[in-house]
């Protein structure tokens, strides 16, 4: 029994590997594609479905992690998960004034790249048991442009769309109400940002460290 539940285990993991794999290989080719052929106003239009489909998949690493299903910690998968479903879905899809800036192309292209090359390293080992090193070199090495690239998107998209949340009051939660409860989206959103500033040099530190071991492993084998 041990043994089918550690085939199964495998089974799933890769098929969900390689489906938001091709998920974000869709989102890669549209976007280059609408930026060659429109422009970066264009891009978001061309890729929203699809983004939005393979992000929110991510959600399920969240769910593998808390039932075993992998090592990688909880710890470090929900605030990077958490910020990409915040800009996906409470800036670009509730404000479409952000959606024809410059930095929707960056931040897509970065994500879509940095995922394909995650996404296709552990499809492989699921399904095969091992990634080739240069896949395992790219996994561990891309982010060190990549991260700060979509991080400086993400930043920029939030702090681009602060007016609009202001004046719409979009989601926000006045009293007096039956709950006695009040929510200031705007505020929400600033607080947001403060985060990204002790988060981001934390994370992309915790990820150096995570490079350095692959890397010495690499070079023992």
């Known amino acids: 029994m041990a043994g089918l539940g550690s085939s199964l ?14 998920g974000w290989a869709q989102v890669l080719y549209l976007a280059l594609k609408t930026l060659m052929e429109s422009g970066h106003v264009a891009v978001y239009d061309a890729v929203e ?10 959600v399920m690493e969240i769910l593998h992690g808390l039932v075993g299903l992998v090592r990688s910690p909880v710890s470090a998968t929900l605030p990077q998960i958490g910020s990409r479903l915040y800009v996906t879905w409470a800036i670009l899809w509730s404000f479409p004034e952000t959606r024809t800036h410059f930095l929707v192309s960056s931040l897509v292209i970065s994500w879509s790249i940095t995922e394909i090359i995650r996404y296709s390293f552990f499809g492989l080992k ?3 048991g091992f990634a080739p090193s240069w ?9 060190l442009i990549l991260y700060p690239t979509g991080i400086t998107s993400e930043v920029g998209l939030i702090y681009t769309a602060l007016p609009y949340i202001k004046a719409s009051e979009k989601y926000c939660i006045r009293m007096p109400n039956k709950w006695n409860f009040s929510f200031d989206n705007f ?6 940002l403060g985060i990204y500033v002790p988060g981001s040099p934390h994370m992309y530190t915790y990820m150096l460290g995570q490079r350095k071991k692959a890397l ?3 070079k023992r084998e």
């Open 126 to 128: 699921e399904a095969v």
């Open 187 to 192: 505020y929400a959103a600033i607080l947001t």
């Open 135 to 143: 896949l395992l070199w790219l996994r561990y090495s891309t982010f």
């Open 9 to 22: 285990r495998r089974l799933y993991l890769s098929v969900y590997n390689w489906a938001v794999f091709a």
């Open 49 to 58: 479905r699809p983004l939005q489909l393979a992000q929110t998949a991510a």
């Open 216 to 218: 010495a492993k690499l």
